[in-house]
Protein backbone atom coordinates (compact mmCIF):
# COMPACT_ATOMS: atom_id res chain seq x y z
CA UNK A 1 0.00 0.00 0.00
CA UNK A 2 1.47 3.58 -1.08
CA UNK A 3 1.35 6.09 2.28
CA UNK A 4 0.41 8.27 -0.70
CA UNK A 5 -2.98 9.79 -1.38
CA UNK A 6 -3.85 8.02 -4.60
CA UNK A 7 -4.94 11.68 -6.13
CA UNK A 8 -1.54 13.44 -4.86
CA UNK A 9 0.79 9.99 -5.95
CA UNK A 10 -0.90 10.66 -9.66
CA UNK A 11 0.00 14.25 -9.96
CA UNK A 12 3.68 13.59 -8.45
CA UNK A 13 4.33 11.49 -11.17
CA UNK A 14 2.82 13.24 -13.94
CA UNK A 15 5.06 14.13 -16.68
CA UNK A 16 5.47 17.66 -15.69
CA UNK A 17 7.74 16.20 -12.63
CA UNK A 18 9.66 13.26 -14.33
CA UNK A 19 13.04 15.35 -14.82
CA UNK A 20 13.05 16.92 -11.61
CA UNK A 21 13.16 13.37 -9.71
CA UNK A 22 15.50 11.59 -11.66
CA UNK A 23 17.72 14.49 -10.99
CA UNK A 24 16.61 14.70 -7.67
CA UNK A 25 17.24 11.07 -7.00
CA UNK A 26 20.94 11.34 -8.54
CA UNK A 27 21.80 13.98 -6.56
CA UNK A 28 20.51 12.24 -3.18
CA UNK A 29 22.13 8.84 -4.18
CA UNK A 30 25.31 10.64 -4.84
CA UNK A 31 25.57 12.95 -1.71
CA UNK A 32 24.87 10.11 1.35
CA UNK A 33 21.32 10.13 0.76
CA UNK A 34 21.20 14.27 2.15
CA UNK A 35 18.52 16.51 1.49
CA UNK A 36 21.34 19.27 1.29
CA UNK A 37 22.17 21.40 -1.70
CA UNK A 38 20.27 22.48 -4.80
CA UNK A 39 19.91 21.40 -7.93
CA UNK A 40 19.20 23.66 -11.41
CA UNK A 41 16.62 22.58 -14.39
CA UNK A 42 16.96 24.08 -17.70
CA UNK A 43 15.13 23.98 -20.80
CA UNK A 44 11.88 23.56 -18.75
CA UNK A 45 8.77 23.54 -20.52
CA UNK A 46 5.69 25.19 -19.92
CA UNK A 47 3.66 22.57 -18.65
CA UNK A 48 7.20 21.72 -16.04
CA UNK A 49 7.14 25.27 -15.13
CA UNK A 50 3.74 24.97 -14.39
CA UNK A 51 3.93 22.27 -12.33
CA UNK A 52 6.92 23.14 -10.33
CA UNK A 53 5.39 26.22 -9.30
CA UNK A 54 2.50 24.14 -7.88
CA UNK A 55 4.92 22.19 -5.93
CA UNK A 56 7.58 24.61 -4.73
CA UNK A 57 3.96 27.53 -3.90
CA UNK A 58 5.69 30.14 -5.66
CA UNK A 59 5.30 31.30 -9.26
CA UNK A 60 8.34 30.55 -11.56
CA UNK A 61 9.42 32.36 -15.01
CA UNK A 62 12.27 31.65 -17.80
CA UNK A 63 12.92 28.19 -18.61
CA UNK A 64 15.69 27.48 -16.02
CA UNK A 65 14.43 26.56 -12.52
CA UNK A 66 16.83 26.02 -9.28
CA UNK A 67 15.74 23.79 -6.68
CA UNK A 68 16.84 23.89 -2.88
CA UNK A 69 16.81 20.24 -1.64
CA UNK A 70 15.70 21.64 1.60
CA UNK A 71 13.28 23.32 0.97
CA UNK A 72 11.67 20.87 -1.29
CA UNK A 73 11.66 18.66 1.34
CA UNK A 74 9.91 20.57 3.91
CA UNK A 75 7.67 21.92 1.34
CA UNK A 76 6.88 18.01 0.54
CA UNK A 77 6.34 17.69 4.73
CA UNK A 78 3.71 20.39 4.37
CA UNK A 79 1.76 19.42 1.49
CA UNK A 80 -0.80 16.56 0.56
CA UNK A 81 2.15 14.35 0.54
CA UNK A 82 2.74 13.93 4.29
CA UNK A 83 5.93 12.82 3.51
CA UNK A 84 10.01 14.15 3.28
CA UNK A 85 12.10 14.06 -0.49
CA UNK A 86 13.51 10.57 0.43
CA UNK A 87 9.80 8.96 1.39
CA UNK A 88 8.40 10.82 -1.30
CA UNK A 89 11.01 9.58 -4.03
CA UNK A 90 10.69 5.76 -2.69
CA UNK A 91 7.13 5.99 -3.18
CA UNK A 92 7.42 6.78 -6.70
CA UNK A 93 10.76 4.35 -7.82
CA UNK A 94 12.58 2.17 -6.36
CA UNK A 95 14.40 2.10 -2.85
CA UNK A 96 17.26 4.82 -2.63
CA UNK A 97 20.99 3.53 -3.11
CA UNK A 98 23.45 5.54 -0.90
CA UNK A 99 26.43 5.23 -3.56
CA UNK A 100 29.20 7.08 -1.61
CA UNK A 101 28.08 4.74 2.01
CA UNK A 102 28.30 1.65 -0.79
CA UNK A 103 31.77 2.75 -2.39
CA UNK A 104 32.79 3.36 1.32
CA UNK A 105 31.94 -0.11 1.73
CA UNK A 106 33.93 -1.41 -1.21
CA UNK A 107 37.04 0.22 -0.08
CA UNK A 108 36.92 -0.97 3.05
CA UNK A 109 36.31 -4.79 1.97
CA UNK A 110 38.98 -4.22 -0.87
CA UNK A 111 41.35 -2.71 2.47
CA UNK A 112 40.36 -5.98 3.89
CA UNK A 113 41.33 -8.35 1.30
CA UNK A 114 44.57 -7.16 1.29
CA UNK A 115 45.57 -6.75 4.95
CA UNK A 116 44.23 -10.47 5.11
CA UNK A 117 46.83 -11.16 2.74
CA UNK A 118 49.74 -9.21 4.88
CA UNK A 119 48.22 -11.23 7.90
CA UNK A 120 48.78 -14.69 6.07
CA UNK A 121 51.50 -13.72 4.88
CA UNK A 122 53.51 -12.99 7.83
CA UNK A 123 51.76 -15.86 9.97
CA UNK A 124 53.34 -18.09 7.11
CA UNK A 125 57.25 -19.45 6.53
CA UNK A 126 57.33 -17.31 3.33
CA UNK A 127 56.87 -14.09 5.95
CA UNK A 128 59.98 -11.61 4.71
CA UNK A 129 61.20 -13.29 1.89
CA UNK A 130 61.80 -10.79 -0.87
CA UNK A 131 59.78 -12.33 -3.75
CA UNK A 132 56.82 -12.21 -1.89
CA UNK A 133 56.91 -8.52 -1.11
CA UNK A 134 57.03 -8.53 -4.92
CA UNK A 135 54.41 -11.40 -5.61
CA UNK A 136 52.05 -9.21 -2.85
CA UNK A 137 52.91 -5.66 -4.55
CA UNK A 138 51.73 -7.38 -8.24
CA UNK A 139 48.66 -8.95 -7.29
CA UNK A 140 47.74 -5.09 -5.54
CA UNK A 141 48.50 -3.46 -9.05
CA UNK A 142 46.19 -6.64 -11.07
CA UNK A 143 43.24 -7.01 -8.49
CA UNK A 144 40.49 -9.26 -7.97
CA UNK A 145 38.99 -10.81 -10.84
CA UNK A 146 35.94 -9.63 -11.76
CA UNK A 147 33.01 -11.74 -10.17
CA UNK A 148 34.83 -13.05 -7.31
CA UNK A 149 33.40 -11.55 -3.83
CA UNK A 150 35.41 -9.97 -0.97
CA UNK A 151 34.95 -13.40 1.18
CA UNK A 152 35.99 -15.67 -1.58
CA UNK A 153 39.25 -13.31 -2.43
CA UNK A 154 40.40 -13.69 0.82
CA UNK A 155 39.50 -17.45 0.76
CA UNK A 156 41.56 -17.76 -2.99
CA UNK A 157 44.13 -15.88 -1.48
CA UNK A 158 44.89 -17.47 1.87
CA UNK A 159 45.18 -20.89 -0.09
CA UNK A 160 47.66 -19.05 -2.30
CA UNK A 161 49.91 -18.88 0.03
CA UNK A 162 49.37 -22.44 1.75
CA UNK A 163 50.07 -24.13 -1.50
CA UNK A 164 53.24 -21.95 -2.11
CA UNK A 165 54.53 -22.49 1.53
CA UNK A 166 53.99 -26.58 0.90
CA UNK A 167 55.58 -25.99 -2.64
CA UNK A 168 58.52 -23.96 -1.42
CA UNK A 169 59.34 -26.09 1.97
CA UNK A 170 63.01 -26.23 1.71
CA UNK A 171 62.80 -30.07 3.42
CA UNK A 172 60.07 -30.96 0.67
CA UNK A 173 61.23 -34.06 -1.10
CA UNK A 174 59.45 -36.16 -4.13
CA UNK A 175 57.15 -35.41 -6.39
CA UNK A 176 53.43 -35.36 -6.54
CA UNK A 177 50.69 -34.79 -9.13
CA UNK A 178 48.95 -31.85 -9.28
CA UNK A 179 45.80 -32.52 -8.92
CA UNK A 180 46.86 -34.66 -5.06
CA UNK A 181 48.78 -31.52 -4.77
CA UNK A 182 45.23 -29.50 -4.98
CA UNK A 183 43.07 -32.40 -3.13
CA UNK A 184 45.56 -31.83 0.22
CA UNK A 185 45.71 -27.98 -0.06
CA UNK A 186 42.42 -26.99 -1.34
CA UNK A 187 39.99 -29.94 -0.56
CA UNK A 188 39.60 -30.49 -4.06
CA UNK A 189 41.61 -31.94 -6.98
CA UNK A 190 40.76 -29.49 -9.63
CA UNK A 191 41.41 -26.64 -7.17
CA UNK A 192 44.55 -26.03 -9.25
CA UNK A 193 43.22 -26.72 -12.82
CA UNK A 194 44.95 -24.24 -15.62
CA UNK A 195 42.86 -21.33 -15.91
CA UNK A 196 41.43 -21.14 -12.21
CA UNK A 197 42.40 -17.66 -10.48
CA UNK A 198 44.44 -19.42 -7.80
CA UNK A 199 46.39 -21.16 -10.25
CA UNK A 200 47.75 -18.03 -11.41
CA UNK A 201 48.20 -16.95 -8.14
CA UNK A 202 50.22 -19.65 -7.34
CA UNK A 203 52.03 -19.75 -10.60
CA UNK A 204 53.25 -16.35 -10.22
CA UNK A 205 54.43 -16.89 -7.00
CA UNK A 206 56.44 -19.84 -8.44
CA UNK A 207 57.78 -17.56 -10.95
CA UNK A 208 58.96 -15.03 -8.61
CA UNK A 209 60.81 -17.31 -6.34
CA UNK A 210 62.48 -18.97 -8.92
CA UNK A 211 63.63 -15.57 -10.87
CA UNK A 212 61.64 -16.61 -13.80
CA UNK A 213 59.32 -15.27 -16.22
CA UNK A 214 55.57 -16.01 -15.61
CA UNK A 215 54.81 -18.52 -18.83
CA UNK A 216 51.95 -17.77 -21.44
CA UNK A 217 51.21 -20.81 -22.37
CA UNK A 218 50.29 -24.44 -21.59
CA UNK A 219 53.86 -26.00 -22.26
CA UNK A 220 55.50 -23.39 -20.54
CA UNK A 221 53.23 -23.76 -16.90
CA UNK A 222 53.96 -27.61 -16.80
CA UNK A 223 57.65 -26.50 -16.98
CA UNK A 224 56.98 -24.55 -14.22
CA UNK A 225 55.24 -26.93 -12.16
CA UNK A 226 57.98 -29.38 -12.74
CA UNK A 227 60.34 -26.46 -11.24
CA UNK A 228 58.72 -27.65 -8.20
CA UNK A 229 58.25 -30.72 -8.48
CA UNK A 230 54.94 -31.22 -9.56
CA UNK A 231 53.87 -33.33 -12.13
CA UNK A 232 50.92 -31.44 -14.23
CA UNK A 233 48.03 -33.96 -16.07
CA UNK A 234 50.70 -35.10 -18.98
CA UNK A 235 48.24 -38.35 -20.24
CA UNK A 236 44.70 -37.36 -20.65
CA UNK A 237 45.56 -35.12 -24.03
CA UNK A 238 47.27 -36.89 -27.02
CA UNK A 239 48.47 -36.21 -29.96
CA UNK A 240 47.56 -38.78 -33.32
CA UNK A 241 50.59 -39.71 -35.22
CA UNK A 242 51.44 -42.24 -38.29
CA UNK A 243 54.47 -43.38 -39.62
CA UNK A 244 56.96 -41.63 -37.41
CA UNK A 245 60.13 -43.69 -37.30
CA UNK A 246 62.40 -41.65 -35.24
CA UNK A 247 65.97 -42.90 -34.61
CA UNK A 248 67.93 -44.04 -31.42
CA UNK A 249 67.35 -47.37 -29.37
CA UNK A 250 65.28 -46.01 -26.13
CA UNK A 251 62.16 -48.26 -26.03
CA UNK A 252 59.98 -45.50 -27.06
CA UNK A 253 61.35 -44.87 -30.06
CA UNK A 254 61.89 -48.25 -31.49
CA UNK A 255 58.20 -49.16 -30.51
CA UNK A 256 57.38 -45.76 -33.10
CA UNK A 257 59.40 -47.75 -35.38
CA UNK A 258 57.70 -51.15 -35.17
CA UNK A 259 53.95 -49.50 -35.15
CA UNK A 260 55.63 -48.09 -37.98
CA UNK A 261 56.43 -50.47 -39.97
CA UNK A 262 53.01 -52.35 -38.72
CA UNK A 263 51.14 -49.49 -40.42
CA UNK A 264 49.32 -48.59 -36.89
CA UNK A 265 48.48 -45.32 -35.62
CA UNK A 266 50.02 -43.92 -32.51
CA UNK A 267 48.67 -41.85 -29.82
CA UNK A 268 51.63 -39.90 -28.04
CA UNK A 269 50.46 -38.25 -24.53
CA UNK A 270 52.86 -34.95 -23.18
CA UNK A 271 54.26 -37.68 -20.94
CA UNK A 272 55.67 -39.83 -23.73
CA UNK A 273 57.41 -36.60 -25.75
CA UNK A 274 59.02 -35.39 -22.41
CA UNK A 275 61.50 -38.56 -22.63
CA UNK A 276 61.83 -38.90 -26.56
CA UNK A 277 64.04 -38.46 -28.85
CA UNK A 278 62.42 -37.53 -31.72
CA UNK A 279 64.80 -37.02 -34.42
CA UNK A 280 63.74 -38.40 -37.77
CA UNK A 281 65.64 -39.60 -41.00
CA UNK A 282 67.40 -36.46 -42.35
CA UNK A 283 65.35 -34.52 -44.81
CA UNK A 284 62.13 -35.84 -43.74
CA UNK A 285 58.69 -34.65 -44.53
CA UNK A 286 55.93 -34.64 -42.03
CA UNK A 287 52.53 -34.47 -43.48
CA UNK A 288 49.77 -32.67 -41.27
CA UNK A 289 46.41 -32.74 -41.36
CA UNK A 290 43.34 -32.01 -39.83
CA UNK A 291 40.95 -34.86 -39.46
CA UNK A 292 42.12 -38.29 -37.91
CA UNK A 293 39.92 -39.48 -41.03
CA UNK A 294 43.09 -39.05 -42.92
CA UNK A 295 45.44 -40.88 -40.18
CA UNK A 296 42.55 -44.04 -40.53
CA UNK A 297 42.99 -44.18 -44.11
CA UNK A 298 46.01 -43.55 -44.25
CA UNK A 299 46.81 -46.98 -41.76
CA UNK A 300 44.61 -48.83 -44.01
CA UNK A 301 46.18 -48.12 -47.61
CA UNK A 302 49.57 -49.28 -45.39
CA UNK A 303 50.99 -45.48 -46.01
CA UNK A 304 54.86 -45.04 -45.58
CA UNK A 305 55.13 -40.75 -45.43
CA UNK A 306 54.80 -39.58 -41.24
CA UNK A 307 51.59 -38.19 -40.54
CA UNK A 308 50.82 -36.10 -37.89
CA UNK A 309 47.29 -34.90 -36.58
CA UNK A 310 45.82 -31.70 -35.22
CA UNK A 311 42.59 -32.73 -34.64
CA UNK A 312 40.80 -29.83 -35.08
CA UNK A 313 42.37 -26.75 -33.82
CA UNK A 314 46.09 -27.79 -32.61
CA UNK A 315 46.77 -28.33 -28.88
CA UNK A 316 49.18 -27.82 -26.90
CA UNK A 317 50.88 -31.47 -26.94
CA UNK A 318 50.10 -31.42 -31.30
CA UNK A 319 52.07 -28.11 -31.09
CA UNK A 320 54.91 -29.33 -28.22
CA UNK A 321 55.42 -32.50 -31.14
CA UNK A 322 55.98 -30.52 -33.62
CA UNK A 323 58.07 -28.14 -32.20
CA UNK A 324 60.09 -30.81 -31.66
CA UNK A 325 60.28 -31.83 -34.81
CA UNK A 326 60.86 -28.81 -36.47
CA UNK A 327 63.66 -28.62 -33.75
CA UNK A 328 65.42 -31.53 -35.47
CA UNK A 329 65.16 -30.19 -38.87
CA UNK A 330 61.90 -31.36 -40.46
CA UNK A 331 60.12 -29.82 -42.82
CA UNK A 332 56.27 -29.87 -42.49
CA UNK A 333 53.09 -29.66 -45.48
CA UNK A 334 49.65 -29.22 -44.19
CA UNK A 335 46.34 -29.82 -45.17
CA UNK A 336 43.29 -28.94 -43.38
CA UNK A 337 39.11 -28.30 -44.38
CA UNK A 338 38.36 -25.33 -46.90
CA UNK A 339 36.08 -23.58 -44.30
CA UNK A 340 36.83 -20.66 -42.46
CA UNK A 341 38.05 -21.77 -39.00
CA UNK A 342 40.08 -23.92 -41.32
CA UNK A 343 42.22 -21.51 -42.98
CA UNK A 344 42.61 -20.01 -39.94
CA UNK A 345 44.36 -22.77 -38.63
CA UNK A 346 46.31 -23.55 -41.93
CA UNK A 347 47.12 -19.65 -41.09
CA UNK A 348 48.72 -20.68 -37.37
CA UNK A 349 50.55 -23.95 -38.83
CA UNK A 350 51.97 -22.77 -41.88
CA UNK A 351 53.31 -19.18 -40.11
CA UNK A 352 54.58 -21.38 -37.08
CA UNK A 353 56.80 -24.01 -39.12
CA UNK A 354 56.93 -22.32 -42.25
CA UNK A 355 55.25 -25.48 -43.91
CA UNK A 356 54.11 -25.68 -47.38
CA UNK A 357 50.73 -25.64 -48.23
CA UNK A 358 49.47 -29.16 -49.05
CA UNK A 359 46.48 -29.31 -52.16
CA UNK A 360 45.50 -26.80 -50.25
CA UNK A 361 45.51 -23.59 -53.61
CA UNK A 362 42.53 -22.24 -55.30
CA UNK A 363 42.56 -24.40 -58.30
CA UNK A 364 42.13 -27.53 -55.61
CA UNK A 365 39.54 -26.21 -53.57
CA UNK A 366 37.63 -25.05 -57.38
CA UNK A 367 38.40 -28.46 -58.73
CA UNK A 368 36.93 -30.64 -55.23
CA UNK A 369 33.76 -28.33 -55.46
CA UNK A 370 32.59 -29.12 -59.03
CA UNK A 371 33.45 -32.41 -58.46
CA UNK A 372 31.22 -32.74 -55.63
CA UNK A 373 28.90 -31.31 -57.32
CA UNK A 374 28.86 -33.49 -60.19
CA UNK A 375 28.68 -36.25 -58.20
CA UNK A 376 25.35 -35.12 -56.27
CA UNK A 377 27.21 -34.85 -53.22
CA UNK A 378 24.48 -32.51 -50.79
CA UNK A 379 26.58 -28.46 -50.57
CA UNK A 380 27.89 -27.45 -47.48
CA UNK A 381 26.99 -23.46 -47.07
CA UNK A 382 30.22 -21.57 -46.18
CA UNK A 383 29.29 -19.78 -43.06
CA UNK A 384 31.44 -17.50 -41.17
CA UNK A 385 33.77 -14.41 -42.30
CA UNK A 386 36.23 -14.78 -44.65
CA UNK A 387 39.62 -15.21 -43.56
CA UNK A 388 42.37 -14.63 -46.33
CA UNK A 389 45.14 -17.83 -46.71
CA UNK A 390 48.54 -16.58 -46.46
CA UNK A 391 50.05 -18.88 -49.03
CA UNK A 392 47.33 -18.50 -51.97
CA UNK A 393 45.57 -14.76 -52.00
CA UNK A 394 43.09 -16.22 -54.70
CA UNK A 395 41.82 -18.93 -52.38
CA UNK A 396 39.49 -16.93 -50.28
CA UNK A 397 38.11 -15.45 -53.30
CA UNK A 398 37.42 -18.64 -54.77
CA UNK A 399 35.63 -19.63 -51.42
CA UNK A 400 33.96 -16.38 -51.21
CA UNK A 401 32.00 -16.74 -54.78
CA UNK A 402 31.21 -20.60 -54.54
CA UNK A 403 30.26 -20.41 -50.87
CA UNK A 404 30.58 -24.01 -50.53
CA UNK A 405 32.45 -25.73 -47.32
CA UNK A 406 34.68 -28.67 -48.04
CA UNK A 407 36.14 -31.36 -45.37
CA UNK A 408 39.14 -32.85 -45.48
CA UNK A 409 37.54 -35.85 -46.12
CA UNK A 410 36.70 -35.00 -49.62
CA UNK A 411 40.30 -34.63 -50.65
CA UNK A 412 40.67 -38.29 -49.14
CA UNK A 413 41.49 -40.49 -51.74
CA UNK A 414 44.02 -37.77 -53.40
CA UNK A 415 46.12 -37.19 -49.81
CA UNK A 416 45.63 -41.13 -49.37
CA UNK A 417 48.01 -41.29 -53.15
CA UNK A 418 50.24 -38.73 -51.64
CA UNK A 419 51.32 -40.34 -48.53
CA UNK A 420 51.59 -43.71 -50.22
Known sequence: MSALPAATRDWLAGPGLTRLWGAVRKRLEGNGVQCTGSLRLTAVSSQER????????????????????????????????GLGLREVLEELG?????????REDDAAQRQYVWSSLTTSLDASPLAGQEWTRQWYA?????????????????????????????????????TR????????????????????????????????????????????????WRLVSVTPDEVSSTVLTYGLRPVGEGWRERSLRERAAHHAETHLTPRDLLDMHLQLPAGAVVHICENPRVVEAAADAACAKPLVC???????????????????????????????????????????????????????????????????????????????????????????????????????????????
Not at 58 to 68: D, I, M
Not at 94 to 102: E, G
Request: aromatic share 4%; proline share 6%.
Open 138 to 174: VLRRTGVPRGVTPGAAVRTLQQAVHVLAVLLDPERTG
Open 310 to 420: TSGSAATVVLTLLDALDATGCRFVYHGDFDWPGIALANRIIRRYEALPWRMDAEDYERLAADSQAEGVPQLPLDGHPVDADWDPGLAPAMTALGVALHEEATLDLLVRDLS
Open 177 to 224: GRGELAATTTGSAHGLDDGTWLARLVQRGVALAHDTDLPSNAAGRRAL
Open 94 to 102: PPLTDRRAA
Open 50 to 81: NDLSLLLGKPLTGTAVTVRLDALDERLHTSAA
